[in-house]
């Protein structure tokens, strides 16, 4: 446990501040601003590896064009009520290095400005290889931030069924959702045109749209997807009987 804060640090290596060890808990960094650039993938302003287990990590007010690294080795992983709360940095990424038995993630991050030139997303999660267990308490929630970058898509993960909340943001790219791992259907966002488990795509309400009943992506019963060219005599929307993926689609009738 503990707290950085009220710290400029100037630094032409990789790394401005380094954590290594196991069960980091109560750690906090406010005020916090370093001279690192972008770059490499490496290049971080705080990069923390847990063996198994980091909780209650909080970042407040940290402004860095470099990234942010959470990572781990273990084949048991936990990242527990993690808050991102008004920082400035090149990029977020939550890491699992080896296939896992079981992966938690609680985290949250609101009022973000993320700026990537590189080929890096926004945000990540990522895997070596997709664990058998992913638990969530509640999604890895995005909320309120500005998210540019050069990468092809904001928002990046490797897990399928990843719960991820994505609303109130403005997202300059399409989050890349075609693992199918975005559960919950994103709102209230602005920028590119985005799309949702594939091909489909969702307004700024969260209505979803598609031109044909979904044949990607994981889907829940009672999930719906609207005609995105409505047409006399064409199905108006689709709704989900079977859970699955795609699942099993069934016209609520022509228009």
């Known amino acids: ?15 401005a501040i380094y954590l290594s060890g196991s069960n980091f808990t109560d750690f906090e960094m406010s005020d916090y601003s370093d001279t690192l650039t972008p770059g490499a993938a490496t290049r971080r302003t705080l990069h923390i590896e847990a063996s198994n287990m980091l909780g209650k990590t909080k970042l407040v007010r940290t402004v860095s064009d470099a990234g942010i690294l959470m990572t781990s080795s273990d084949a048991n992983v936990i990242y527990n009520d993690l808050e991102f709360t008004d920082i400035t ?35 990540s999660v990522t895997f070596s ?40 943001n403005y997202l300059q790219k399409p989050w890349s959702d075609s ?23 969702i307004s700024k309400a969260g ?7 979904p044949t990607t992506g994981t889907w829940a019963v009672n999930d ?24 099993t689609w069934v016209s609520e009738g022509n228009l």
């Not at 199905?235 to 859970?243: D, M």
């Open 207 to 213: 209505v979803i749209s598609r031109s044909a009943a």
């Open 129 to 168: 290889s997709s664990p058998t267990a992913l638990i969530q308490k509640r999604p890895l929630v995005v909320s309120g931030c500005a998210l540019t970058t050069g990468a092809s898509a904001a928002i990046s993960s490797s897990a399928q069924n990843a719960m991820i909340d994505v609303r109130g």
């Open 89 to 123: 940095v090149g990029q977020i990424t939550f890491s699992c290095s080896v296939a896992t038995t079981s992966w938690e993630l609680d985290a949250q991050i609101s009022g973000a400005r993320i700026a990537n030139t590189s080929s890096l997303a926004c945000i």
């Open 1 to 15: 446990s503990g707290k950085i804060s009220n710290l400029y640090a100037t630094s032409t290596l990789i790394r």
């Open 224 to 247: 719906r997807v609207y005609n995105s060219v409505p047409t006399a005599g064409q199905p108006k929307s689709w709704v989900c009987t079977v859970a699955g993926a795609p699942g």
């Open 179 to 201: 693992t199918g791992g975005y559960l919950i259907p994103p709102t209230g966002n602005y920028g590119s045109v985005q799309s949702y488990r594939g091909s489909t795509t």
